[in-house]
T-cell receptor
Framework: NAGVTQTPKFRILKIGQSMTLQCTQD?????MYWYRQDPGMGLKLIYY???????DKGEVPNGYNVSRSTTEDFPLRLELAAPSQTSVYFC????????????FGPGTRLTVL | DAKTTQPPSMDCAEGRAANLPCNHS???????VYWYRQIHSQGPQYIIH???NNETNEMASLIITEDRKSSTLILPHATLRDTAVYYC????????????FGTGTRLKVLA
C-alpha cells in the first residue's frame, strides 16, 4: 500500500491564481481530512469528509473548496490564492473516528506571492 | 468546544523519561485523547490514545487523570530521534469527527 499520497510536493502561486491539491489513499478509508500548518504552528482542520459525496467544514474553510466523488480521492481547491494561504497542507485518512488513527500524507508546501 | 493546553517546549536528557503534560478540561466523557508527534516537517505520526485508563504501547505510556481533565504522555527512555513536536488532540466539537491539533510541545532530547 502506498498509504496517503499528495501532489504536488511544492508549488508557488501568484496572487489570484487557482490550483487543486490532490490527495489519494489506497486503504479504503471512509474518512478523509485536509489540514494546513503555518510556520511554527499546529495543524488546523480545513475540511473533512466522512464518505464519498459527504463533506463538511473544519476550523478554517474560507478560501477553499473540496469534493469527494470517490472513496480514494479528496482534492482541495484554492480558487483565488492569497498570501495568507501560504502554508504546508496535509491530507489524512482514517477508517473510523473515535478510536482509530489518522494516516497522514507527506504534505504539500504552497507559497503564494 | 474542547481545547488543549500544552507547554510550548521541553528539554529532556537522552535516556531519561520525558513527561509531556496536556490539559483538556472541556473534554466530554466518551471522547478519547490522542497523542501524535511530528518530526521536522513530516506528516504527524500517531503515538497512543486513551479514554480513562492508563495505556501503554511500544512507543509510550499515557496517564489520564481520574477526572479526565489532563493527561501525561511518557516516553520512558527518550532518544535523540524522539526530538519532535508532540500534540495532544481532542475533538474540535463534541461528538464530531473534527480534531484539534494545537501548537503542541516541542521536545528536544539532549545528548
Amino acid at each position: 500500500n502506498a498509504g496517503v499520497t499528495q501532489t504536488p510536493k511544492f508549488r508557488i502561486l501568484k496572487i489570484g491564481q487557482s490550483m487543486t491539491l490532490q490527495c489519494t489513499q489506497d486503504m479504503n478509508h471512509n474518512y478523509m481530512y485536509w489540514y494546513r500548518q503555518d510556520p511554527g504552528m499546529g495543524l488546523k482542520l480545513i475540511y473533512y469528509s466522512v464518505g464519498a459525496g459527504i463533506t463538511d467544514k473544519g476550523e478554517v474553510p474560507n478560501g477553499y473548496n473540496v469534493s469527494r466523488s470517490t472513496t480514494e480521492d479528496f482534492p482541495l481547491r484554492l480558487e483565488l490564492a492569497a498570501p495568507s494561504q501560504t502554508s504546508v497542507y496535509f491530507c489524512a485518512s482514517s477508517y473510523s473516528t473515535s478510536v482509530d488513527t489518522q494516516y497522514f500524507g507527506p504534505g504539500t508546501r504552497l507559497t503564494v506571492l | 468546544d474542547a481545547k488543549t493546553t500544552q507547554p510550548p517546549s521541553m528539554d529532556c536528557a537522552e535516556g531519561r523519561a520525558a513527561n509531556l503534560p496536556c490539559n483538556h478540561s472541556t473534554i466530554s466523557g466518551n471522547e478519547y485523547v490522542y497523542w501524535y508527534r511530528q518530526i521536522h516537517s513530516q506528516g504527524p505520526q500517531y503515538i497512543i490514545h486513551g479514554l480513562k485508563n492508563n495505556e501503554t504501547n511500544e512507543m509510550a505510556s499515557l496517564i489520564i487523570t481520574e477526572d479526565r481533565k489532563s493527561s501525561t504522555l511518557i516516553l520512558p527512555h527518550a532518544t535523540l530521534r524522539d526530538t519532535a513536536v508532540y500534540y495532544c488532540i481532542v475533538p474540535f466539537t463534541s461528538g464530531t469527527y473534527k480534531y484539534i491539533f494545537g501548537t503542541g510541545t516541542r521536545l528536544k532530547v539532549l545528548a
